[in-house]
């Protein structure tokens, strides 16, 4: 299992390489997400995105041996550019499977990283990485369920409890959900009054749905904005940590991510991906549980966007 000690080893083997992310104070948003705001800005981390805290934990802990022919995954963007990073710093290859519709700047920003790039239909990612996992005799990293990348994930957690004593409330975006398994893990383990909620997609609810049937379901991906959170069932691993430490799980629809991600840049001054504004659509859809006195922390996980996409969504009414 995932344990508050591994996170905190993780926090010593990663500091000599990734940033000490900012908790920023919003207070333009205060009136329209109805609570003191705040954001973790990991969209200002190295590879701008949170996802080379897990890809780097679990890279470091492998032998030379295990490393040999190198290192795959699935990701549809910015794991794999995280793992490619990990690649980069110990010399090894690194392929990477994505979706063949993942944003331009993801894919550019992995082969800059000098990571070979195989495209496939998004539900077919892992079926793949499997194949060329076994053809090259080379490693798996995934992208969520596994504890070591939580593990990295929930540094972020430490950070903010570090960062906001007297934070209320966490709300974090969720994919497979390695995340939110992390950060979860690092906010009960050290203040257990803190509320950490997670937000979805609508139209990609595995989490609400999984919860409804009592185990990890597999549900149909829908046309989202938020490419970064396109997995189609919970991790088996992630799946009963954030059924026990996570205080709730909002789908939010798609026009509230839209309108999201337009008022952090516009009145917020702050560039992320829309996979990163669905903590920000929870409040404004009404479904994030806050007073107006709560200092809530929203979690932005990266800020990899194609910039044509934010024009489009600034243009909209």
């Known amino acids: 299992?995932?344990?508050?000690?591994?996170?905190?080893?993780?926090?010593?083997?990663?500091?000599?390489?990734?940033?000490?992310?900012?908790?920023?104070?919003?207070?333009?948003?205060?009136?329209?997400?109805?609570?003191?705001?705040?954001?973790?800005?990991?969209?200002?981390?190295?590879?701008?995105?949170?996802?080379?805290?897990?890809?780097?934990?679990?890279?470091?802990?492998?032998?030379?041996?295990?490393?040999?022919?190198?290192?795959?995954?699935?990701?549809?963007?910015?794991?794999?550019?995280?793992?490619?990073?990990?690649?980069?710093?110990?010399?090894?290859?690194?392929?990477?499977?994505?979706?063949?519709?993942?944003?331009?700047?993801?894919?550019?920003?992995?082969?800059?990283?000098?990571?070979?790039?195989?495209?496939?239909?998004?539900?077919?990612?892992?079926?793949?990485?499997?194949?060329?996992?076994?053809?090259?005799?080379?490693?798996?990293?995934?992208?969520?369920?596994?504890?070591?990348?939580?593990?990295?994930?929930?540094?972020?957690?430490?950070?903010?409890?570090?960062?906001?004593?007297?934070?209320?409330?966490?709300?974090?975006?969720?994919?497979?959900?390695?995340?939110?398994?992390?950060?979860?893990t690092a906010v009960k383990g050290t203040r257990d009054s803190v509320k950490v909620y997670g937000a979805e997609p609508a139209l990609c609810a595995r989490y609400t749905e999984s919860f409804k049937k009592g185990e990890p379901t597999l549900v149909t991906i829908g046309d989202t904005i938020a490419d970064g959170t396109m997995t189609a069932k919970p991790g088996e691993k992630t799946f009963p940590i954030v059924r026990e430490k996570v205080d709730g799980i909002i789908p939010v629809e798609e026009k509230f991510i839209h309108r999201a991600v337009k008022l952090l840049l516009l009145e917020g001054k702050i560039l992320a991906e829309p996979s990163s504004c669905m903590t920000l659509g929870a409040a404004l859809q009404g479904a994030l549980p806050v007073k107006e006195d709560d200092n809530v922390i929203f979690f932005l996980s990266g800020g990899n966007v194609d910039l044509s996409l934010i024009e489009k969504i600034c243009a909209e009414k």
């Open 1 to 184: 299992m995932l344990t508050l000690s591994d996170i905190y080893e993780a926090q010593k083997r990663l500091s000599p390489y990734v940033f000490r992310t900012p908790v920023i104070r919003l207070k333009t948003l205060d009136e329209a997400l109805h609570c003191k705001v705040y954001v973790k800005a990991e969209n200002m981390q190295k590879i701008n995105a949170f996802k080379i805290r897990g890809a780097l934990n679990k890279a470091l802990q492998l032998s030379p041996e295990t490393l040999k022919n190198g290192i795959v995954t699935a990701s549809s963007g910015n794991h794999g550019r995280g793992v490619a990073f990990a690649g980069k710093l110990l010399g090894v290859p690194v392929t990477v499977v994505m979706p063949e519709h993942a944003p331009e700047v993801k894919k550019a920003a992995i082969k800059a990283l000098g990571a070979e790039i195989v495209l496939c239909e998004k539900s077919q990612r892992f079926v793949i990485a499997e194949r060329i996992t076994k053809e090259k005799g080379a490693c798996f990293i995934h992208p969520f369920d596994d504890y070591d990348v939580m593990a990295g994930q929930g540094t972020a957690g430490l950070e903010m409890m570090n960062q906001l004593p007297k934070v209320d409330k966490i709300v974090v975006p969720v994919g497979g959900g390695g995340l939110i398994s992390g950060i979860a």
